[in-house]
Nanobody, 116 residues
């Protein structure tokens, strides 16, 4: 069973940068998609960015040109580099994976706070 472990996040000033890392501790070789979602209180979880095994990416409009997702398929890891952060990026960020069989897994979440 996939176990996603996240690291990174924290407090940063507007305009700053943060990096989020996520690793599947089981190093599964059946992960079709890995990506990041975020959620704020009272709102639905929303896609931030995701990448398929073949390298196809999808980004939310709000983060395009500021965030970059990368993935190491040999290590089952995914990274989200966040630049030019804005207060509205404040949220709990969750790592997600979807296997070729369609099973979705989630990390425990990591807080990102953008504030001066």
């Amino acid at each position: 069973q996939v176990q996603l472990v996240e690291s990174g996040g924290g407090l940063v000033q507007p305009g700053g940068s943060l990096r989020l890392d996520c690793a599947d501790s089981t190093r599964s070789t059946t992960l079709y998609v890995m990506g990041w979602y975020r959620q704020t209180t009272g709102k639905q979880r929303e896609l931030v960015a995701r990448m398929t095994f073949g390298g196809t990416t999808n980004y939310a409009e709000a983060v395009k040109d500021r965030f970059t997702i990368s993935r190491d398929t040999t290590k089952s890891t995914v990274t989200l580099q966040m630049n030019s952060l804005k207060p509205e990026d404040t949220a709990v960020y969750y790592c997600n994976s979807v296997s070729y069989g369609g099973t979705s897994s989630w990390g425990q979440g990591t807080q990102v706070t953008v504030s001066s």
